[in-house]
């Protein structure tokens, strides 16, 4: 098994790979979750947002989608306002990093807002935005 796909089961691989072992704690607190394929998309519970034991929800999770080549992010505004941006650098395809509300490049430097747009270069377009609508407690996030 390649070190990416191990990092990536092991549910830290965004975080772990270019930040070391200082942010690990920080950065596994986001939950990595699988989607499921279902219509009209890829589906994840909304309750992945849920933090247990509290009334309040995490800001983002990760989800991992078959087919994709970088996780997707998705930030919760609302429980029907969500973003889902995927994590690959505009300038070279590196796979992004989670920082807060941002999300950074370890390869060159770039930095994307929580909607995708470019902080900081190099990269000058933003990140790709996937549609997502809902489905009784299913977020779907359409990647076609
Ligand atoms: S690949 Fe991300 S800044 Fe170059």
Redesign the pocket.
């Given at each position: 098994m390649e070190r990416r796909s191990f990092l990536r089961l092991s549910g830290m691989g965004t975080c772990a790979a270019a930040t070391g072992m200082l942010s690990l704690a920080g950065c596994a607190s986001i939950p990595h979750v699988l989607a499921t394929a279902g219509e009209g998309g890829w589906r994840v519970r909304k309750d992945a947002f849920a933090i247990e034991g509290k009334d309040s929800f995490r800001r983002s999770i990760i989800v991992e989608v078959q087919g994709l080549e970088a996780p997707v992010i998705v930030y919760r505004n609302g429980d029907q306002d969500h973003i889902a941006l995927l994590m690959r650098?505009?300038?070279?395809?590196?796979e992004?990093n989670v920082s807060g509300d941002q999300l950074t490049?370890?390869?060159?430097?770039?930095a994307f807002s929580n909607s995708g747009a470019v902080l900081e270069?190099?990269?000058s377009q933003p990140l790709k935005r996937f549609p997502v609508t809902y489905a009784g407690e299913d977020l779907v996030i359409a990647t076609q």
């Open positions: 650098c505009t300038h070279k395809n590196a992004l490049c370890p390869a060159h430097g770039s270069g190099p990269a």
